[in-house]
C-alpha cells in the first residue's frame, strides 16, 4: 500500500530534524560564498553524475525490492543526524562530526548514498546555517561522493582480503570520514590558493584538520562498526534485502 | 540484563568524564568550519557569507523543527510497520530472501 506513493519518502531525513536542537551546527561543511563562483560550479557538475546515477538506482532497486525507499529514507535520516551531531575532541579543543555516509554506503550502496547525502544537506544548508547553497556541489562532493565510495570501497576490498565484517565496517567508517576531510581540504586549496602554491595550501588545511578528525574519524569507524553489528544481530534480513552489506 | 548495566555505566563514566574536561578547559569548542575552513577562507579574502536563508532569530527555528518533525513523524508513522515489522513477519522475510 505504502510504496504507491514512493516518491515521498525521500523526505524522510526530514524526520531527523526534529531530533536536532535549534541551535548553529559545528561542521566541516563550506559555508555559503567561501567557494568562487567557477569552483562552486564545477564541483556541481562533478557531484550531479552521481546525484543523478544514484536516482536511477534508486528506481531500479526499489522496483525489485518491496519496503526499500522507507529503508533508503531511514538510512538517510541517519546520514543527516550523524552529519548535523557536533562532538566535542578534547584533544584538540574543539568540535565536529561524524559524516555517516561509511555506513549508509555499506547499507545501500555508494551510488543511493550520495543522494541521500544530497538531500540531507540541502536540507542543512535550508534550515540550518550548515553548508550553503552555493558551495552544495562540493559539499556533497566531498561527504556523498568521497565519503560513499571510500568507505564502500575499504568494506569491499577488506571482506576480500578476509577481514571480518566488524573490521570492514570498522574501516569504512574511519576511512570514509578522513577522505571526506581530506577532499574538502583539497577543494578549499585549490579555490582559494590564489597564487600560491595547491599543495603547500592543501597540506596545511589537511594538517589544520587532523587534531579533530584523526580522533573523530576513529570514532567514526567504532559507530559504523556498532551500528552494522546491531542490525546484523537484530534485522540481518534487512542486509540482504538491502543487498550490499549482506552479500559480503 | 547485565550487559545493559555494564554499557549504561560506560557511557554514564565517558558522559561524566567528557564533562569534567569541557568545564575545567579554556578551549573554544569552535567547529573545524570556524576553526579550519572559515579561518583559510578569510586568509583568502572569502569570508563566509550569511546563509540565503537566515532562520536564526526569533522563534521562526522553533517552528520550522516543528513543521519538519511532523511531516517526518507523519512518513515514520505512515510507513512504521514496514520499517520495524512485528518478529514474525522479520524471520519470514529473512527465509524468503
Not at chain 1, 543523478?52 to 531500479?60: I, K, M, P, Q, S
Amino acid at each position: 500500500m505504502a510504496m504507491s506513493s514512493g516518491k515521498t519518502e525521500v523526505l524522510w531525513p526530514i524526520g531527523g530534524i526534529v531530533l536536532l536542537l535549534p541551535s548553529t551546527a559545528l561542521a566541516m561543511h563550506i559555508a555559503e560564498g567561501i567557494l568562487p563562483a567557477p569552483w562552486a560550479a564545477l564541483w556541481f557538475a562533478l557531484a550531479a553524475p552521481f546525484v543523478f546515477w544514484g536516482l536511477r538506482d534508486l528506481r531500479l532497486r526499489s522496483e525489485q525490492v518491496p519496503h526499500f525507499k522507507p529503508l533508503v529514507g531511514l538510512v538517510g535520516a541517519a546520514v543527516f543526524i550523524l552529519s548535523c551531531m557536533p562532538i566535542p575532541v578534547p584533544s584538540a579543543g574543539t568540535c565536529s562530526h561524524p559524516c555517516g555516509t561509511g555506513l549508509a554506503a555499506i547499507l545501500i550502496g555508494p551510488w543511493l548514498t550520495v543522494v541521500v547525502t544530497s538531500i540531507a544537506l540541502v536540507l542543512q544548508a535550508l534550515f540550518l546555517a550548515h553548508g550553503g547553497l552555493s558551495t552544495l556541489g562540493a559539499d556533497t562532493f566531498s561527504m556523498g561522493v568521497a565519503g560513499a565510495f571510500v568507505g564502500y570501497g575499504a568494506f569491499r576490498l577488506a571482506r576480500r582480503l578476509g577481514a571480518g565484517w566488524m573490521l570492514a565496517a570498522f574501516l569504512a567508517g574511519l576511512l570514509s570520514d578522513w577522505a571526506t576531510y581530506t577532499v574538502t581540504s583539497f577543494e578549499l586549496a585549490s579555490a582559494l590558493r590564489g597564487d600560491g602554491s595547491l599543495s603547500t595550501l592543501f597540506v596545511a588545511i589537511l594538517a589544520a584538520f587532523v587534531p579533530t578528525q584523526l580522533p573523530l574519524g576513529i570514532f567514526e569507524g567504532f559507530l559504523t562498526a556498532g551500528a552494522y553489528r546491531f542490525i546484523y544481530v537484530r534485522r540481518p534480513e534487512l542486509l540482504q534485502k538491502l543487498a550490499v552489506g549482506g552479500s559480503s | 540484563m547485565k550487559r545493559v548495566f555494564i554499557a549504561g555505566m560506560v557511557v554514564i563514566v565517558l558522559a561524566v568524564g567528557l564533562w569534567v574536561v569541557i568545564e575545567h578547559s579554556n578551549a573554544k569548542w569552535s567547529g573545524v568550519d570556524e576553526s579550519v575552513v572559515e579561518k583559510f577562507a578569510e586568509q583568502a579574502n572569502r569570508p563566509a557569507r550569511k546563509p540565503l536563508i537566515d532562520i536564526g532569530e526569533g522563534d521562526l527555528p522553533l517552528f520550522c523543527f516543528l513543521v519538519a518533525g511532523a511531516v517526518g513523524g507523519f512518513i515514520a508513522g505512515y510507513h512504521f510497520r514496514e520499517l520495524f515489522p512485528p518478529n514474525s513477519r522479520a524471520k519470514a522475510d529473512a527465509k524468503s530472501v
